[in-house]
């Protein structure tokens, strides 16, 4: 059975880091992609930043370059998201996003809340 785990919300005031992690497991086919969405109540999910793990190509939306890195450990299928200088625009609910095998399937996880308020 396909899991995404995510970690690492939570509260934060502006101007603080935060770290989310998401281990993918379950999944047999080949991963391509791994990233980062983000998604307002009432609004669109968006892209924040994926990683291709052949070569490790990266990009970012443009609300996050420069405050935010994406990473990921191959070998433990994990992406992470380090989060600086985080803005009370950033709250919104932070989805793992996978895509794999040769259909370029795609895998989601259920979210996790990061919150940026003094």
């Known amino acids: 059975q396909v899991q995404l785990v995510e970690s690492g919300g939570g509260l934060v005031q502006p101007g603080g880091s935060l770290r989310l992690a998401c281990e993918a497991s379950?999944?047999?086919?080949?991963?391509?992609?791994m990233g980062w969405y983000r998604q307002d109540p009432g609004a669109q999910r968006v892209k924040v930043a994926d990683?291709?793990?052949?070569?490790?190509?990266?990009n970012y939306a443009e609300s996050v370059k420069g405050r935010f890195t994406i990473s990921a450990d191959n070998a433990k299928n994990t992406v992470y998201l380090q989060m600086d200088s985080l803005k009370p625009e950033d709250t919104a609910v932070y989805y793992c996003n996978v895509v794999a095998g040769r259909d370029l399937q795609v895998y989601w996880g259920k979210g996790t809340q990061v919150t940026v308020s003094s």
């Open positions: 990683i291709a793990l052949d070569d490790g190509n990266t």
């Open positions: 379950g999944i047999i086919r080949e991963i391509y992609v």
